[in-house]
């Protein structure tokens, strides 16, 4: 159980990262659930922005949550 949590925890925080580093899109985890991204978009927000969000999503998790993970973990963990 601990396993599972401390994967999903990874894979969290992999996307997290990535958004923030390849698409400059600023997400958090949320309190109640850390295996939760948040997003909180300013109270305006134009409808191009919100567009560039789905399309950077989407473009990221196409490339697999396992690859993002992957890439995550390697930059993160093991060259540390």
Do not use: C, W
């Not at 949590?5 to 109640?32: C, P």
């Not at 989407?58 to 993002?68: H, K, R, W």
């Amino acid at each position: 159980h601990e396993h599972k949590r401390t994967y999903d925890k990874v894979i969290t925080a992999s996307i997290l990262s990535e958004l923030f580093v390849s698409y400059n899109i600023l997400v958090h985890f949320s309190t109640s659930d850390p295996n939760v991204l948040q997003i909180t978009p300013p109270l305006i927000i134009k409808r191009n922005q919100v567009n560039y969000f789905v399309k950077s999503m989407d473009e990221l998790l196409s490339n697999g949550v396992m690859s993002i993970a992957a890439k995550f973990i390697s930059k993160n963990v093991l060259h540390r």
